[in-house]
């Protein structure tokens, strides 16, 4: 019978570490990959999500430049549109808000109710209000401050009110997207409002 030794209990122990090394590397691998995919998203620009979106949807032009702005994945953006659309098709101008927005369904319905109950007049920046992360109060004040210092920038006053730019910062953003010739001037509002830079370089 043979004596076991102390080399020969380290060599079982130095070679069951060996043998559990790849399978607890390998368990770990697509975690790693997961995390890895989901930042190569976070980190796509305004411009290249601009012109995926508009090779994967070419007809839905309404939604390129908001699905541009945010910072939800493309599958994800669309899966939120068509659930807005279904369970409330009246809610037309929040539609392409809530899809990026990171609000669940109720919470965005109950803030667009909110401004569209008290401020009737104020249809074309209900989705605006509800997508973004202002009080009510500030959204307001923000809204008029555009309209009152740059009442050229009509189609921009809700996104304005939504960011968190300065008029400053939101009109240099705006105005040098739309002097930049890359066929996005369209959309100058949604980037001008948007945390996206505008691209990698």
């Not at 990171?102 to 569209?116: G, N, P, Q, V, W």
């Not at 307001?140 to 968190?164: C, H, L, N, V």
């Amino acid at each position: 019978m043979k004596k076991i030794t102390f080399l020969s209990i380290s060599a079982l122990f130095c070679a069951s570490i060996i043998v559990a090394q790849p399978s607890a590397s390998s368990s770990n691998e697509p975690v790693k990959k997961a995390v890895s995919k989901e930042d190569a998203k976070a980190e796509k620009a305004f411009m290249e999500r601009y012109y995926a979106m508009k090779e994967s949807y070419p007809t839905m032009k309404n939604l390129h430049g908001n699905y541009a702005a945010s910072a939800n994945s493309m599958e994800k953006y669309i899966e939120r549109y068509y659930a807005i659309k279904a369970a409330y098709p009246d809610m037309k101008n929040g539609h392409d808000n809530y899809a990026g927005s990171e609000y669940t369904l109720e919470e965005f319905a109950s803030r667009y109710y909110e401004i569209k109950d008290t401020y009737a007049s104020m249809g074309n920046y209900y989705g605006d209000y509800a997508g973004s992360k202002k009080t009510l109060p500030e959204f307001i004040k923000r809204y008029y401050e555009i309209k009152d210092s740059s009442p050229a920038m009509t189609d921009s006053f809700g996104q304005f009110a939504a960011s968190d730019y300065t008029l400053t910062e939101f009109s240099k953003r705006y105005y040098g997207l739309k002097a930049s010739k890359t066929g996005m001037d369209n959309c100058s509002a949604d980037y001008a409002g948007s945390a996206n830079k505008l691209s990698k370089q």
